[in-house]
């Protein structure tokens, strides 16, 4: 109870979401908000995630105000340390940014290439058609030719 006061007391009332018709939110809403926020889907993985909320019974619906209230206010504090990281933090962002942009950059190169090569592959295939295509008719002009050549020779 002195956790939930303390809560209370750190997390004014104005943080309490309140549904679009104004009321309360009731419990399921809560709990659907409070799982969605905090990216979880039971009570045990949002106590676990949530060392603050390990005291309370989640099957009052007053636990559950204080929950979204402790996530919220985590969520804000969270979203405040990375507008402003610890040095050694911007500099390994930095790094991870500069890093993905490399990879972005290979994996248009990459696809450029696939593309490419599918490109060909395609007309090569085309190619091969063709001279299958004209392999034939040779082979039949050959043997119509032979025929032809036969029939001569025993006339």
């Known amino acids: 109870i002195d956790v939930v006061k303390e809560l209370l007391e750190r ?13 309360i939110m009731k419990i399921q809403e809560l709990k ?3 799982y969605e926020l905090s ?3 039971t009570t045990q993985q949002l106590k676990a995630k949530y060392s603050e ?3 309370l019974d989640m ?27 610890p040095e050694e933090y911007k500099e390994l962002f930095l790094e991870i940014s500069e890093t993905s942009q490399k990879y972005d950059q290979q994996s248009a190169k990459t696809k ?9 592959s395609s007309s090569i295939e085309d190619l091969a058609e063709e001279f299958q295509e004209e392999t034939i008719q040779l082979v039949q002009s050959l043997t119509t030719k032979s025929k032809i050549s036969e029939k001569s020779k025993l006339n």
């Open 53 to 55: 909320l390990k005291v």
């Open 11 to 23: 997390c004014p009332l104005k943080t309490l979401i309140i549904c679009s018709s104004s009321k």
């Open 59 to 85: 099957r009052k619906k007053t636990s559950w105000e204080v929950a979204i209230k402790v996530v919220q206010q985590q969520e804000n504090e969270f979203e405040q340390w990375l507008e402003n990281p």
């Open 39 to 41: 990216l979880v889907k």
């Open 32 to 34: 659907a908000k409070v």
């Open 112 to 120: 450029h290439l696939v593309q490419e090569v599918l490109s060909m």
